[in-house]
């Protein structure tokens, strides 16, 4: 099976297609490319799990200047006029895409070659990218039901989110030895998403003393922000120090580690938060970002509203992280009820779900009909 990948902009939307290239993979041979955006977030991430990755240009319209719009109008079109010369070259039996605008151009690519498409939301509303490609999809796979409202309904099977396989089967207590923490007693996780979230370190690194008098805490910044929260290390008296465990960045399972470890999450309300919170039974204080489409709002409602996260607004992040973090960490049976109400959302089966729906466009397009 030769398969085409694309979508991304965030790490929660790249890394659902390396969960179902895998779980691909189990089932028999499939050689993959992963075509998006020229320096964008998903050609790091592709380079990072050793995938080849064909870059073409792409731009976003959506809330940008006229003159802007344009000039990226023109970008994708030239974008898909490249996608199309690499599918004519080498026809994929397939595209698995989840949206973003570089994924428009691709998908355009598919449709006219007669590709199948199997297109994956990982958030739950879906923006203008993920509304067009439903268009041209061939099946839809959704996180939550609740999507279904959304897509055209016909095309829709809820699967989940497909969780990283470097997340399967990790150990709460080896996680917790491999990271330095304490077998007993809170820990607090803290991250921002794969470049970090300025607010939420401003927050912690201001109130880091009050948060260490209640839980050890592993902060993972970002690299933008990591010089100045690291050099906070270096004025905190010494019997706290051991209680702080910041990190640029956690790679693969070294976070898998870190969220099983962690008795509290405050975190964005990405996409990925559906499936890997979730898989963990993870609690969390999300934090919605405040300064884009409202899609971070619903995946906080969505969790909230199921009794397994909090949500904290991000102008409120100063004054009252601390107060709910102390709130949550005193209240075990609260926690533990949180904890079981993300478990019951966990779908482990997501990412096989999706990879057999691509199987079957191969088997399809064997007898001659997708």
């Known amino acids: ?16 297609g390396l969960a179902v290239l895998q779980a691909l993979r189990e089932q028999g041979p499939v050689d993959v490319l992963y075509v998006g955006g020229r320096g964008s ?3 790091r991430l592709a380079a990072q799990a050793g995938l080849p990755f ?26 898909f006029l490249a996608a199309l010369r690499l599918g004519r070259r080498r026809r994929p039996d397939a595209l698995f895409v989840t949206g973003g605008y570089a994924s428009v151009p691709v998908a355009l690519a598919a449709w006219a070659l007669r590709v199948p498409i199997l297109l994956y939301l990982p958030d739950i509303e879906p923006g203008l990218a993920v509304r067009f490609i439903a268009r041209l999809a061939t099946r839809i796979g959704v ?20 969780v990283r396989p470097e997340f399967a089967g990790i150990d709460r207590t080896v996680a917790r030895g491999t990271l330095g923490l304490p ?18 370190n401003q927050a ?13 805490v592993v902060h993972v910044s970002g690299e933008r922000d990591w010089p100045w929260v690291a050099a906070r290390v270096g004025v905190l008296p010494a019997s706290a120090r051991g209680c702080y465990h910041p ?10 580690q870190a969220l099983a470890a962690a008795d509290l999450a405050v975190c964005r309300a990405g996409a990925s938060t559906l499936g890997e919170l979730p898989h963990f039974g993870l609690p969390a204080v999300l934090v919605p970002y405040p300064y884009a489409w409202r899609y971070q709002w619903v995946n906080a409602e969505w969790l909230a509203s199921r009794g397994a996260a909090v949500i904290l607004e991000d102008a409120r992040l100063k004054e009252d992280l601390v107060p709910i973090v102390r709130s949550l960490l005193s209240d075990p049976a609260r926690l533990a009820e949180m904890r079981a109400c993300a478990l019951a959302l966990a779908r482990p089966d997501a990412a096989k779900r999706l990879a057999e729906i691509l199987r079957s466009f191969q088997r399809s397009a064997g007898k001659g009909a997708v």
């Open 204 to 216: 912690v690194v201001e109130n880091l003393e009050a948060l260490l008098e209640v839980a050890h």
């Open 1 to 16: 099976m030769f398969l085409w990948m694309a979508g991304g902009g965030t790490g929660g939307h790249v890394y659902p």
């Open 54 to 79: 064909a870059g073409i240009p792409a731009g976003g319209v959506h809330g940008l200047a006229p003159w802007r719009a344009a000039v990226n109008l023109v970008k994708l079109a030239r974008g």
């Open 247 to 256: 990190y640029p960045y956690l790679h693969g399972a070294a976070m898998g």
């Open 143 to 162: 996180t939550v039901e609740d999507s279904r409202a959304f897509l055209p309904a016909h095309k829709v099977v809820v699967t989940g989110y497909p």
């Open 41 to 43: 977030v998903e050609e």
């Open 183 to 200: 077998e007993g007693g809170p820990v607090l996780l803290v991250f921002g998403g794969s470049t970090g979230a300025r607010s939420i």
